[in-house]
T-cell receptor, first 114, second 109 residues
Framework: EPEVTQTPSHQVTQMGQEVILRCVPISNHLYFYWYRQILGQKVEFLVSFYNNEISEKSEIFDDQFSVERPDGSNFTLKIRSTKLEDSAMYFC????????????FGPGTRLTVL | EDQVTQSPEALRLQEGESSSLNCSYTVSGLRGLFWYRQDPGKGPEFLFTLYSAGEEKEKERLKATLTKKESFLHITAPKPEDSATYLCAVRKGAQKLVFGQGTRLTINP
């Protein structure tokens, strides 16, 4: 069964460093998302991406964040200058041919900022 | 303000003891309500999508129902492997999902 994959599973970084989180969405899916979940809190929407551009973003998704689809399979989230409060699980999700379809989530990347 | 509230926060049942989890929402422009299961340290795993009041979906020991203000996830004769956090989410607008805080379900053998 097709699934969303994410790498790395755990990333540890120093405050102020740049990190890139990688996702391979389900092939033939067209809509891509990033969410985050701070420990013990709700899953929060960050950004949605379609046709090589951001279609919606939350207040959390400020200038330190960026997303890219560098090739036909990968979808990345870059955090330019990490802060302690960026420590969280980051989930990638994808949706098929319509934005109203179900979002399927990857296993997540645990980001720890020291 | 758009809100999704799940209750209870935690529920402990004996194996075989049926119960229901609640998700109440206040969202304008609802375009689908979703139930996911999340195991510790893992991503949300899709269970059901409901679109309109009165709709019901069923899968093994789980059944989801929807009204205009809330959704229920009924679990019948649960087993220990049903232990997980169950997340409710509503689609707001075109794509964004708004999640509740989840119900942590523990099934004791």
């Amino acid at each position: 069964e097709p699934e969303v994959t994410q790498t790395p599973s755990h990333q540890v970084t120093q405050m102020g460093q740049e990190v890139i989180l990688r996702c391979v969405p389900i092939s033939n899916h067209l809509y891509f998302y990033w969410y985050r979940q701070i420990l013990g809190q709700k899953v929060e929407f960050l950004v949605s991406f379609y046709n090589n551009e951001i279609s919606e973003k939350s207040e959390i998704f400020d200038d330190q964040f960026s997303v890219e689809r560098p090739d036909g399979s990968n979808f990345t989230l870059k955090i330019r200058s990490t802060k302690l409060e960026d420590s969280a699980m980051y989930f990638c999700a994808s949706t098929g041919g319509s934005s109203t379809d179900t979002q399927y989530f990857g296993p997540g990347t645990r980001l720890t900022v020291l | 303000e758009d809100q999704v509230t799940q209750s209870p926060e935690a529920l402990r049942l004996q194996e075989g003891e049926s119960s229901s989890l609640n998700c109440s929402y206040t969202v304008s422009g609802l375009r689908g309500l979703f139930w996911y299961r999340q195991d510790p340290g893992k991503g949300p795993e899709f269970l059901f999508t409901l679109y309109s009041a009165g709709e019901e979906k069923e899968k093994e020991r789980l059944k989801a129902t929807l009204t205009k203000k809330e959704s229920f996830l009924h679990i019948t004769a649960p087993k220990p492997e049903d232990s997980a956090t169950y997340l409710c989410a509503v689609r707001k607008g075109a794509q964004k999902l708004v999640f509740g805080q989840g119900t942590r379900l523990t099934i004791n053998p």
